[in-house]
């Protein structure tokens, strides 16, 4: 209830700043002192006067950068969590992929135009610097990382020669058959992690589109299959699954597979069309399932921004915990706990950290005890 309250405060002092409803750029350069003025102490205390963390629990549906805020949040710049977290979106825009190694293929322009300058300036705009620091566990070649070949790949001949290069390094020559047993990982590895990312992640799309005049036959492409008709992707999606021990119609199983995993044997084409969900790709591949998200060992990138995906995991949980009914009283016997350990600590931190502030938010349809209103 008071997330909701706090939610309208900041509508109505949005409009009385022209920042009109889904305009949410014009946050980042509203501070604290404006906020105040307008009536906006109870949500700054509420959220312990830290903006970007008030906004992004009130507005969750957007992905919102705490680089960009007038006021950065405390002790942002010096928090590894932070910064880990700002490289790890980057990287995710960049196609990077879940091995580090994919960063060798990254250019610090890359970077600039995604609005990491800040970022670099804390390592003197150094990129082996900068990841050193933020993966101290890994080891890093500086002599690896693609910025010391100054390649720009914007027109098709430069994305060509590159691909060739890529070609001799990961031993494929001018035998372009030889790309077919190329996985996406052997790419970024090897410092294509920005061309392949502009072909979706996918081998196939990369090599069929630079060099169109080849007879390629899409099928025995090893890594980014076009997989383009729901029988294909079942069939695919099933061989996979016998990898793993996991026999037709056993779609428990698929609960503990992970998306790196699901990549690593040439799904990252197929992945790409549900959003890189892993979660919404099964779902839609074997409908005649009812998925719950509550079970994936990881949770679909950025779904805690979905109200109805915020529902719908409480609902599973609940299910899955033996209650049976929708009322606010049986979803009330929910605890911290077993949102914490089911991977729902950032919903609960989003309402609060309160259960009966989060249940009255997302099923305000729900008749509430009097006690709450």
Do not use: C
Not at 94 to 105: D, K, P
Not at 196 to 217: C, Q
Not at 351 to 367: N, T
């Amino acid at each position: 209830m008071m997330v909701r309250a706090h939610r309208e405060t900041l509508l109505r002092i949005g409009t009385e700043l022209g920042i009109k409803e889904g305009d949410y750029d014009g946050w980042y350069k509203i501070n604290s002192k404006t906020l105040k003025e307008h009536g906006g102490s109870a949500p700054l205390r509420y959220f312990d006067s830290s903006i970007s963390f008030m906004l992004a629990s009130l507005f969750p549906e957007h992905s919102w950068d705490p680089s960009r805020f007038h006021s950065k949040p405390k002790g942002f710049w010096s928090s590894q969590k932070y910064k880990r977290s700002l490289l790890e979106d980057f990287g995710s825009k960049l196609g990077v992929g879940a091995s580090l190694e994919g960063w060798y293929g990254v250019r610090k322009e890359d970077l600039f135009q995604l609005g990491a300058g800040s970022l670099l300036q804390l390592y003197s705009n150094s990129l082996p610097k900068m990841l050193a620091d933020i993966y101290p566990e890994h080891t890093w070649d500086p002599t690896r990382f693609v910025a010391k070949v100054r390649m720009s790949i914007g027109s098709e001949l430069e994305q060509k020669a590159l691909l060739l290069k890529l070609g001799q390094k990961i031993g494929v020559g001018p035998d372009l058959t030889k790309w077919y047993e190329v996985t996406t990982e052997q790419v970024t590895s090897n410092g294509g992690s920005g061309l392949i990312n502009r072909f979706n992640n996918s081998v196939s799309l990369m090599v069929t589109s630079l060099f169109p005049d080849h007879a390629w036959e899409l099928a025995r492409f090893k890594a980014g299959k076009q997989i383009e008709t729901l029988d294909e992707q079942r069939k695919f999606l099933s061989a996979i699954g016998a990898e793993f021990g996991i026999k037709e119609g056993n779609y428990e199983a698929w609960y503990n597979v992970s998306s790196p995993e699901i990549t690593q044997r040439g799904g990252a084409g197929l992945l790409w069309k549900f959003g890189n969900s892993l979660s919404r790709t099964l779902s839609s591949v074997f409908p005649e399932h009812k998925w719950e998200v509550v079970k994936f060992k990881t949770k679909p990138k950025r779904s805690w921004a979905s109200l109805e995906f915020q529902r719908d995991f409480i609902l599973d949980l609940a299910r899955s915990k033996g209650f049976t009914g929708a009322n606010f009283e049986v979803l009330s016997r929910l605890t911290k706990t077993d949102l914490v350990q089911n991977g729902g600590s950032r919903l609960l931190a989003l309402h609060g950290d309160s259960i009966r502030s989060l249940i009255a938010d997302l099923f305000p349809e729900l008749q509430l005890p009097r006690e709450i209103l």
